[in-house]
């Protein structure tokens, strides 16, 4: 069984969840707000100090064939390589399409949510994602 943080960045908040390949499932935990654009570094390190992961998903937002990528993909393939840079562990991409879209419906029942639950539960999402697909 291997433990992995899965993460949805953005240039506000970075939304962090929490998996393991034994049940291929992933919990919420939480949202990092960033410090002038950049990842809360000291928060990203706690989490793994934490949780200690065998390694770390990052949602990578591509486009759909025939459109323009995201201008926030060469930000999130820096993320991940500074990911990997820092920590040394293995880190994985997955395309992240429509994931905030899935968070916002599932949150949309409830009577109360914030930004910061969704980009935690489009985390999880993405961390599913990659669970499904790799089921190793």
Sequence with gaps: MATLLGFDFGLKNIGVACGQTLT???TPLTTLSAVRQQPDWPGIARLLDEWQPDALVVGVPLADPGHEDSPLLPRV???ARQLEGRF???VHLID???TTREAESLLGEQKYF???RIDALSA???LETWLHENPD
Excluded: D, M, W
């Design 24 to 26: 291929a499932t992933a």
């Design 88 to 90: 040394h562990l293995p």
């Design 96 to 98: 992240e399409r429509l």
């Design 77 to 79: 393939q820096r993320f």
């Design 124 to 126: 999880a999402l993405i």
């Design 114 to 116: 914030s930004s910061g």
